[in-house]
């Protein structure tokens, strides 16, 4: 079985090293072949992070700039860049490259800027850059070569400006002719943290570096390496060394005699034993015009009284000290020896280093200071009181105090008001809260900046002599001081609702409001302001109402005035335009012209009442609710039998001026018969106090008949109407024949109201009496009309 086991194996591992080779050929296929899809208008192509084993091809000879950092390209082949002849810019930093053939650059003639740092190259070619006459920047720090090879690397590279070499795990030496055909160097740094050899004049070839950074941990080799500098280097930045002891220090004295006139320090450790020693080479370093310390530490307590060297002025006038750790700063002594260094300094900047005070001995030799920022630090009131004592800092013109201990306004400005040249103060991100109503300032303060200190209401204690106030970031809602001179307001993000009031400020000439709650201002309120340039009230909740969408999307010239438009203007309300842009925003006619809008509405609902009353008149609707309403009266009420008792015969609805024939005449003949007929009548019948409508409701109802004295008079009365009116819905919801019609005179069937449908039915189906003019006919009408009243049969 064994036996048999051993071929299959080895079948397997072949057939699957066989797809293996396969897969790997087309997915090389597959990546070479691949167009990196990035490419903008510029033609810089951003090919970053996709995951490249190689250059892409599909690289046209248009292109001028190509990023392939952070793939996992590890060989760049001859003819990978081929159509790179108009190429300026080649990134491919942070990728796996081990291997670059001699040719790969042969066509990039016109290349200015090459990356190649942080990949895996063990070795450096001079054939590679040989062609690349335009080179200007070259970066090839981050890899695993151990030196710069054995020939010149650079001596083709004529027009190199910018230099970036060496690693901190293997780098280890520089030769004497590494730097051979460079003779200026805007910028060169030198990474090598285990850099131990160094060839004395291996630098001295370069006759001008503006810039060089020298990141390596030897004193020693530093010592050898600015030797070498002293006339080329103008700007020396040392990072991540420790001076521990002064005698460390001094192996920096090649810079007292040096051309170097700023010397940067980064993450540099003292001690008081080479901070003192460091000064004393600076004092005699007469081209040093400018120190920066940043990120460094201090191991000491600053005790260096009589240590520093007194004969002659420092030269330095700029000193720069950032985020310098003093591990002990609580227990730091009043500086008092270096009062000789400061007589020089115009401008020093101490941010972010625990100062909590300034010795007034060392504030009055700041004799030509002219600016000075302690940001960032724990200076408070008293202490600044006496760091700014009488005679500190004379000439001073510009201070910066943001983000200390300081909460208490008015002791601020007295312990400044001395300064009478101090034009620039910002005191910022401090915490003043409510400050007083006077104050006192230098005399010539014409820059504030009190942003950020939870001011809740501004006074007259800011000074009238400002021409540039910073409130922004504060509680305030409103702005009402009087500065004549104010050029520039400040007062982002408050509560502000308007403008402020341009009369107190009529120089305002920049105004920046945004963030507030300003919903609108008028064309007025901009107008006030006669000298405005700049307007930011951006990022407001603006309420965009037709005269504020008028003005401000057609005043001329404002969109030069406003700062950040159209994009940061954005419409709240109303909620039919929320968030749109100002300038886009549109309303329609009812919210631009509401009283007009409202004022046709109501013309239009006027006209359709007046419409419906016309079309209820001439359908008669008012009849018709009349008799829903008593149709509704008469539903409440205990429906009657046939058999029912009723009061009267007949109810005799007739007209005023027909009175005196149906009293004198119908009356005297109807109840004076045999047997006699009991008559309504309503001058004599109708309940006194009681509606009129219910006594002709109830009048009707206790009748078995209603007579209608029908004459021209008849039509013309309203009651007469509205008991005939009555009389029609009881034949319509009885279904009976109660009516009897008398013409009393020739009357038209037209007059009666076409609504009455049923009575109109009656007189054209039955027959009516007709009051006979003939006296010998008249007797028969009395016999039929009594006939008519004795018939109490339903039809």
């Known amino acids: 079985m064994l036996n048999q086991r051993k071929p299959n194996t080895k079948q397997i591992w072949r057939v699957w090293i066989f797809y293996m080779a396969i897969s790997t050929n087309r997915s090389e296929e597959k990546a070479t072949t691949q167009v990196c899809p990035s490419c903008d208008a510029t033609r810089f192509c951003d090919c970053s992070s996709m995951d490249l084993s190689t250059i892409p091809s599909g690289l046209t000879t248009d292109v001028m700039g190509l990023n392939l950092s952070y ?3 590890d060989h760049v082949r001859e003819t990978d860049l081929k159509l790179g ?27 200015e800027h090459l990356d190649l740092s942080n990949n895996k190259l063990t070795h450096l070619s001079p054939i590679w850059f040989r062609h690349l006459f335009s080179l200007q920047q070259l970066n090839i720090q981050g890899n695993l070569y151990t030196t710069l090879g054995e020939n010149p690397l650079f001596s083709n590279l004529k027009n190199l400006r910018y230099l970036h070499l060496g690693n901190n795990n293997s780098f280890s030496a520089i030769r004497k002719q590494d730097f051979d055909g460079i003779t200026i160097l805007e910028q060169l740094e030198i990474d090598g943290q285990r850099l131990r050899q160094y060839e004395s004049g291996s630098l001295t070839t370069v006759n001008s570096i503006n810039h060089i950074i020298i990141n390596i941990n030897d004193v020693q080799v530093l010592s050898v390496m600015l030797e070498d500098l002293i006339n080329s280097a103008i700007c020396v930045e040392l990072r991540n060394i420790a001076f521990n002891t002064a005698n460390e220090s001094s192996l920096l004295e090649p810079m007292s005699h040096s051309v170097m006139e700023k010397l940067v320090l980064k993450n540099v450790l003292f001690t008081d034993a080479s901070v003192i020693r460091v000064l004393n080479i600076l004092r005699h370093a007469k081209q040093v015009l400018e120190l920066e310390v940043d990120d460094s530490v201090l191991q000491g307590t600053g005790k260096w009284h009589g240590q520093i060297e007194v004969n002659g002025e420092s030269a330095i006038e700029v000193i720069t000290v950032q985020r310098l750790a003093i591990e002990q700063f609580y227990l730091f002594s009043e500086l008092s020896g270096v009062e000789n260094l400061l007589g020089n300094i115009t401008k020093t900047t101490v941010i972010n280093t625990n100062v909590f005070l300034v010795p007034c001995n060392i504030s009055k030799h700041f004799s030509s200071l002219l ?14 009181e006496h760091s700014s004592c009488d005679g500190a800092w004379p000439l001073l013109q510009t201070f910066n105090l943001s983000q200390n201990s300081l909460d208490d306004l008015e002791m ?24 007083p109503e006077s104050c006192q300032w230098p005399e010539n303060l014409k820059y504030l900046n009190i942003s950020s200190t939870q001011i809740p209401k501004l006074t007259t204690c800011i000074p009238q002599t400002l021409e540039v106030l910073d409130v922004s970031s504060n509680n305030l809602d409103d702005f009402r001081l009087k500065l004549p001179r104010l050029k520039e307001l400040y007062v982002s993000k408050n509560k502000l609702k308007t403008l402020p009031n341009a009369p107190f400020i009529p120089n305002l000439i920049a105004l920046r409001i945004s963030r507030n709650k300003l919903t609108s201002f008028s064309k007025e309120e901009f107008g ?30 404002i969109a030069n005035v406003l700062a950040n438009w159209p994009e940061n203007y954005i419409c709240d309300s109303p909620s039919s335009v929320r968030g749109q842009q100002v300038k886009a925003a549109r309303l329609s006619l009812f919210e631009c012209h509401r009283t007009l809008a409202v004022s046709l509405i109501c013309i239009l609902v006027v006209l359709v009442i007046l419409l419906i009353v016309i079309l209820g008149y001439k359908l008669h609707v008012i009849w018709y609710m009349k008799m829903t309403w008593a149709w509704l009266q008469a539903k409440r009420k205990p429906k009657k039998s046939h058999n029912h008792d009723f009061c009267y015969d007949a109810f005799v609805s007739y007209s005023e001026r027909d009175s005196e024939w149906v009293e004198n005449l119908m009356v005297q003949e109807l109840e004076n018969a045999i047997p006699p007929f009991k008559l309504c009548l309503h001058k004599r019948d109708f309940v006194p106090g009681k509606w009129i409508t219910d006594n002709i409701i109830d009048s009707i109802e206790k009748s078995h008949k209603t007579v209608f004295v029908l004459s021209e008079h008849f039509v013309q009365s309203e009651w007469c109407k509205y008991e005939l009116e009555f009389s029609h819905f009881r034949l319509f919801d009885e279904h009976n024949d109660a009516a009897i019609l008398i013409l009393l005179e020739p009357i038209q069937e037209q007059t009666i109201p076409k609504r009455f449908c049923k009575l109109r039915k009656i007189m054209n189906t039955k027959t009516y009496l007709e009051w006979p003019l003939d006296e010998n006919q008249q007797q028969i009408f009395w016999n039929n009309l009594k006939t008519a009243l004795k018939s109490y049969d339903v039809i």
């Open 71 to 73: 793939n996992s390209i």
């Open 85 to 111: 002849l108009n190429l300026r810019v080649l990134q491919l930093q942070s990728n796996q490259i081990r291997t670059i053939d001699k040719e790969s650059f042969i066509f990039l003639g016109k290349l």
């Open 371 to 384: 600016y000075l920022d302690l940001s960032e630090n724990l200076l408070a009131d008293p202490t600044l």
């Open 412 to 435: 601020t400005g007295r312990s400044l008001s001395h300064l009478k040249h101090l034009t620039h103060l910002d005191i910022s991100r401090n915490n003043f809260g409510e400050i």
């Open 528 to 557: 006030s302001f006669r000298k405005m340039e700049t307007l930011d009230a951006g990022d407001n909740n603006f309420i965009c109402s037709c005269e504020f969408l008028s003005f401000i999307q057609y005043q001329e010239g």
